[in-house]
Structures are given as structure tokens and as C-alpha cells.
């Protein structure tokens, strides 16, 4: 049967309805809180690696596959971010890690790596600015670096929507935040000037600077295989300052080839420390790193 242009767009729009029902109900991802130009580019992105052409037969397909399912879900949320996303890591790195780091020095590098948006590496700026309330002297930066160009330009703008601040307290919202007549929420000036962005693919091998004091890593991996994740946690052991903390997100884990590189720090939030190579594997990896 051949429908009439009208009436096929109508099918069409129906269809996406339908999917994007489906999405928000088993996946839990609420499809309106997003433009719907992105939620197609992601399904498109899907479907033709599927080789599937139509939104009616991508529903019958991820209705019965668990792993497409899943595919999906890290298709739909590959930016997705927050700030302070995981509280209780942040209070560890507020609480724990930055006082031991503070022992030792006053000026603290950080890497935020697949950074997104830029609430992860602001975060970290807010925490370094109130712990400097207390510290005078602490001078700390943190490298924030994503491999997707569109998403690092709203990192730089770093404006953001009231949700994405939900765990920050009243207090700090208009401690670190203007408030635009949009009703959004710039990061003000102090917050900023300690983050510096740029492009950086994690495949490159090659750390964004060298003894560093802490790196955070989180909800990158998921998208890798199992080589493409150990030679990211080789990068970082390479670029971690000898006792250097390395944060994952809270559903990745250390493979075993490279278990031996980092030491649990705090186990349910996912904090390593670098732990010191011996013999040949130190020699080998000086040698590499050399050359
Ligand atoms: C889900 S976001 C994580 C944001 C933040 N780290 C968090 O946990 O909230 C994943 C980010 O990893 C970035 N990414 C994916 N592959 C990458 C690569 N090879 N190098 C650098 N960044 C990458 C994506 O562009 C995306 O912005």
C-alpha cells in the first residue's frame, strides 16, 4: 500500500512515539528531557548499525534483544553528566584524598578526563575552592578533556540547566553560579579559571600531562573493549605522580592484565592509587615512555 506524503510522515511520527514510549518506560530514560533531534541522531546511530530502516521494526528489535537493549542505553547516554554525579565519591575526594594530597603540597593537578559537559571538572573546581577557604595557600587546576568538539563548546560556555545542579546545596548554587534571566545557571569566574579544557582521545596513549595528583575517569570505559580499557589504565598509571589517585565510575572495573598498576583506595567508590612497578615491567615502561 502507498501512502501519501502526509500520511506516512504521520506513521513515521506515530512510530518514534511508540519507541520513545518504550525507551522512557524499560530503559528509564526520560526521552522528553532531551530535543528530539538528539534522541533521533542516537537511534540512527543504532539502527544503522543494525541495518534496521524503520522505528517500528528497531522497537520488535530491542524488545527481544537484551544486548541491543543495553547498546541503547549507552547510545542515549553517552554525554550524559552531572554535577557531584555519585555524591559520596566526591565527599572521599573532598574528605579523604585532597587532605592526604595537602600533606605533601599546595598546588594540585588533577585530570578529568572524558569530562562531557564540564560538571565533573567544575565540581572539582568547587570543591578545590571551598577547601581553599580553609587551605589559603592550596593553588590547585584540574585538565578537563573529552574527544567530542560539540560537547567541550558547551563545557567552555558553562551554562547550565537547574537539574544538573540538583545535588548542590542552595548554598553553593549562589556561592559558585550566576543566575541568567534564562533561568539557567552560569559557573562564575572562580569556579572557571581552574578549568582548562581542551580535546584529548583516550586511544592516543598518551597522557595529558605527567605526575599528576589525581585522575577521574568515569563512565568512559563502558564504551570500551577490553584492550581499549587496559591500555587507558596503563595512560594513567603513566601519567599519576608516584601515589597518585585514580577514580572510576562506579559500574567499571580493573581488568586483570592491569590489576597490578593501582592499589584499592576506597573499593565502593572506585579510588586506586598508583602503586610503584618493579623490576623489568618498571624498566620496560621507562623505556616506552622515553621513547
Ligand atoms: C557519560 S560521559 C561521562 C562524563 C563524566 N565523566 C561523568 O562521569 O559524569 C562520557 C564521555 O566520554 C567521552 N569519550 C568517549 N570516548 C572518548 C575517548 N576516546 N577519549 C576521550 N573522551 C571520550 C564522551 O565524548 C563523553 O563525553
Known sequence: MVLGAGRAEKKVDEEFKSLTQYIEKHLKIQCSNYKEDYIKRRLM?????????????YLSHITTSQEERELLKNALTINVTKFFRDPEVFEVIRRDILPQILKEKRRIRIWSAGCSSGEEPYTLAIILSELALINRDLDGFIYATDIDDEILKRAKE???????????????????????????????????????????????GM???RYLDMITCRNVTIYF??????????????????GGYYIMGMSEYLGREVEHLFKSYRPLQKVFIRAELKGAESMERKTHSST
Open 45 to 57: 546511530s543504532r539502527m544503522n548499525a543494525t541495518k534496521i530502516a524503520s522505528y517500528r521494526e
Open 225 to 242: 573493549n577490553e584492550s581499549q580499557k587496559n591500555a587507558v589504565a596503563r595512560t594513567f598509571h603513566e601519567g599519576l605522580a608516584s
Open 207 to 209: 597522557p595529558v600531562a
Open 158 to 204: 558553562g551554562i547550565y540547566e537547574k537539574q544538573a545542579l540538583e545535588n548542590l546545596s542552595a548554598h553553593q548554587i549562589n556561592r559558585h553560579f550566576t543566575t541568567r534571566p534564562d533561568g539557567k545557571f552560569e559557573v562564575k569566574p572562580h569556579v572557571r579559571e581552574k578549568v582548562r579544557l581542551q580535546h584529548h582521545d583516550l586511544m592516543s
